[in-house]
């Protein structure tokens, strides 16, 4: 765990509903959560090197979330990213397997799944 007592999850989401939610799901089920609205923004604040886990959602303004995941695994980082997406397609879907993506969650979905993802990433990383 990056903070060494919490599991820390980063949710990268333009949206503000959907950010709040997520951080209120992520915090119920446990974990410490920063949120940010663009992948510049967290990528400026120093993220991964805090970051056990990332959910980011595909489309953002600026860079994507797809973008972010490129410029993680050109960092080399190894922090698991879930990617998240309300537009599903198959080219983003298999642009995220090929980035390693921990998980990939078309909206909506349940809570549960957001977090059950969130441990299995963690678990394996």
């Given at each position: 765990m990056a903070?060494?007592?919490r599991?820390?999850?980063v949710v990268v989401e333009d949206d503000c509903g959907m950010r709040s939610a997520l951080t209120r799901v992520?915090?119920?089920a446990g974990?410490?959560?920063e949120a940010f609205t663009t992948a510049e923004d967290g990528l400026a604040s120093g993220m991964?090197?805090?970051a056990d886990c990332i959910v980011c959602d595909v489309h953002l303004p600026g860079d994507s979330g797809l973008e972010l995941g490129r410029r993680l695994a050109h960092a080399r980082s190894k922090v698991p990213v879930i990617f998240i997406t309300a537009h599903d397609s198959p080219a983003a879907r298999a642009e995220a397997e090929r980035l390693g993506a921990a998980a990939y969650l078309?909206?909506?979905f349940?809570?549960?799944?957001?977090?059950?993802?969130?441990?299995a990433a963690t678990?394996?990383?």
């Open positions: 903070n060494g007592t599991t820390t999850v992520l915090g119920i974990f410490e959560v991964a090197a805090r078309p909206k909506p349940e809570g549960r799944a957001l977090v059950d993802a969130v441990r678990r394996s990383s």
